[in-house]
Each structure stands twice: as C-alpha cells, then as structure tokens.
C-alpha cells in the first residue's frame, strides 16, 4: 500500500511563498502521477497541478499558473510544490494524491495524504 504525507504549510502574508512537500512510501511503483489538491471550508476539492511521474509532464489550473511550481525527486520518492505570490484566495487544506494518471478528478485517486493547511493572511 502507498503513504503519501505532505508537509511544508503554514501562515503566510498575501505575496508570500510557502513550499509543500509530498513523500510517498510503500508501493511507490504501482503509481504514475502525483497531484495536488486543495479544499477550502463549504467548498469541494479542486485540483490544483499534477505531475507525471513518468516523462515529467507537469499540469495547472488556471488560477495558479505563473505562480505555482510543481517537481519532482525521484531519489527521494518526493514531489514539490512551491507556491509564490500567494493569496488569501489559496487558503485551504492541501492535499497530494497518486494514481496511474493525472486527472483533475479527485475520485480517479486511490492513495491520498492527510493533508497540510495552508493560511494566507496579514
């Protein structure tokens, strides 16, 4: 079975940057793609970028391209997301998740993380 856990939230002033860190173990051959997912309160999860672990393709939803960067270590089973010119906006808990593929449907996922919140606030 594959674990996911994520790391690296926090409380952050609107235009700050926060790095979050996703670090799978188990059965981490069994799955292709890595995506971040993020769920505000009275809201559903919504996908935020993916990555294919198999040839690096990486993804974005609209709101987060320019801003967002998502990577990839392969030596240490991790994948990253930084976030710049944060907003109050990306409040929510974050999720990373894997499967075969890179969908913006969070129930195409099998494996998912706990979770990591991040806060953007003066």
């Known amino acids: 079975q594959l674990q996911l856990v994520e790391s690296g939230g926090g409380l952050v002033q609107p235009g700050g940057s926060l790095r979050l860190s996703c670090t799978a173990s188990g059965f981490t051959s069994d799955y292709y793609a890595i995506g971040w997912f993020r769920q505000a309160p009275g809201k559903e999860r919504e996908g935020v970028s993916c990555v294919s672990l198999t040839d690096g393709t990486t993804y974005y939803v609209d709101s987060v391209k320019g801003r967002f960067t998502i990577s990839r270590d392969s030596a240490k089973n991790a994948v990253y997301l930084q976030m710049n010119s944060l907003k109050p906006e990306d409040t929510s808990v974050y999720y990373c998740?894997?499967?075969?593929?890179?969908?913006?449907?969070?129930?195409?996922?099998?494996?998912w993380g706990q979770g990591t919140q991040v806060t953007v606030s003066s």
């Open positions: 998740a894997a499967d075969a593929f890179c969908s913006w449907h969070p129930t195409e996922y099998e494996s």
